[in-house]
């Protein structure tokens, strides 16, 4: 299986008083196949606390943390430390990076990996703000990790 760079698709979105913006819109292609974001609204940027969290709940599934840090940047996470499986939600947020609150692991908000000398990754989910709101993935939110369904 081959994953190529993502290709960029660019769309003409109408907005009000008769101008048009430019819009991006990622686009991956993974064998033939072409996945298109499509956004779920989860809350507002002031919903979540500067330096804090909020957890979006998933059926059957490890829960996802949501993060901003102090300049405004929200980052979202699979709720699980790559060590050992502590809620990263219940850490504390630094920089870009979040301490994991049970063996104070620091993990880099942008990709979900462990800061050296600590090794491992926890899944990442593509996040969209417009408007001062927050949006994930749809997709992403529904896929299975594959860890998860090793342990299922």
Do not use: Y
Not at 116 to 122: I, L, W, Y
């Amino acid at each position: 299986m081959t994953i190529e760079k993502p290709s960029v698709l660019k769309t003409v979105i109408p907005a009000q008083a008769g101008i048009q913006r430019l819009s991006l819109m990622p686009e991956i292609e993974i064998q033939g196949l072409i996945m298109k974001h499509q956004w779920k609204p989860i809350c507002a940027i002031a919903d979540i606390p500067v330096l804090g969290a909020r957890v979006v709940n998933r059926a059957n599934a490890t829960d996802v943390a949501v993060f901003r840090n102090s300049e405004d940047k929200v980052f979202a996470l699979l709720d699980k430390c790559p060590h050992k499986g502590g809620p990263l939600s219940q850490g504390i947020v630094f920089g870009e990076r979040v301490a994991c609150p049970l063996h104070n692991w620091n993990i880099e908000l942008p990709t979900g990996c462990a800061a050296t000398p600590d090794e491992g990754c926890t899944q990442r989910f593509s996040v969209k703000i417009e408007d001062g709101k927050v949006f994930l993935d749809l997709n992403e939110l529904n896929e299975l990790n594959v860890a998860e369904v090793r342990a299922a």
